[in-house]
């Protein structure tokens, strides 16, 4: 079993949909939650970062974690064709490792 | 612009020869990392440099060297190339100051084929 799973998709939605995307995880060592957008033949780029539970906002973007469910989300709201990307879910427990979730590939029609 | 760079983008090599990629950063970032990214595996760490004049292994060290030349520098080195190192590779950075969230800035990737 991998430490964390992620639904790779791919997920399609239209413009101004909200997007939910999700990750759970098996080691209850993971402090710190990341979610990093990857467009197509780019690095991945972080998006927002979390510490321990509860939920962070960053304009349309909503992460939440829920540590006793050992579940993340990312939330997207008024979604953009500019979106269009790969999710990456990842967690470290505040060392030097940080463990990646496979990554979801959203597309957003216009 | 300030960031991670690496070198080649774009590699073919046939199976058995050697190679290295190179990782340059102008961040001023203690510790810099080599990811592989392959379809439905996501990123695997490969090694890691907590500092300058140290290196750890990741989750698949095998078939890889690495060297911390300086502070802006990490190399990785394919010594006999096989097929399933066919993949792309990531070359990282992190920011002193994060320590925690270990927040990553990431070059543009190197992809590899080995025939």
């Known amino acids: 079993q991998k430490e964390v799973e992620q639904d790779p998709g791919p997920l399609s939605v239209p413009e101004g949909a909200i997007v939910s995307l999700n990750c759970t995880y098996s080691n209850s060592a993971f402090q710190y939650f990341m979610w990093y957008r990857q467009y197509s033949r780019k690095g991945p780029e972080l998006l927002m970062y979390?510490?321990?539970?509860g939920n962070k906002e960053d304009g349309r973007f909503t992460a939440q974690v829920d540590k006793s469910s050992k579940y993340i989300s990312l939330f997207i709201r008024d979604s953009q064709p500019s979106d269009s990307a790969t999710y990456l879910c990842?967690?470290?427990?505040?060392?030097?490792?940080?463990?990646f979730g496979a990554g979801t590939r959203l597309f957003v029609k216009a | 612009n300030a960031g991670v760079t690496q070198t080649p983008k774009f590699q073919v090599l046939k199976t058995g020869q050697s190679m290295t990629l190179q990782c340059a950063q102008d961040m001023n970032h203690n510790s810099m990392y080599w990811y592989r990214q392959d379809p439905g595996m996501g990123l695997r760490l490969i090694y890691y440099?907590?500092?300058?004049?140290?290196?750890d292994k990741g989750e698949v060290p095998n078939g890889y060297n690495v060297s911390r030349l300086n502070k802006r520098e990490f190399s990785l080195r394919l010594e006999s190339a096989a097929p399933s190192q066919t993949s792309v590779y990531f070359c990282a950075s992190r920011e002193t100051g994060d320590a925690g969230a270990n927040v990553l800035t990431f070059g543009a990737g190197s992809r590899l084929t080995v025939l």
């Open positions: 990842a967690m470290n427990t505040g060392g030097f490792k940080t463990i």
């Open positions: 979390t510490y321990s539970s």
């Open positions: 440099s907590a500092s300058e004049g140290t290196t």
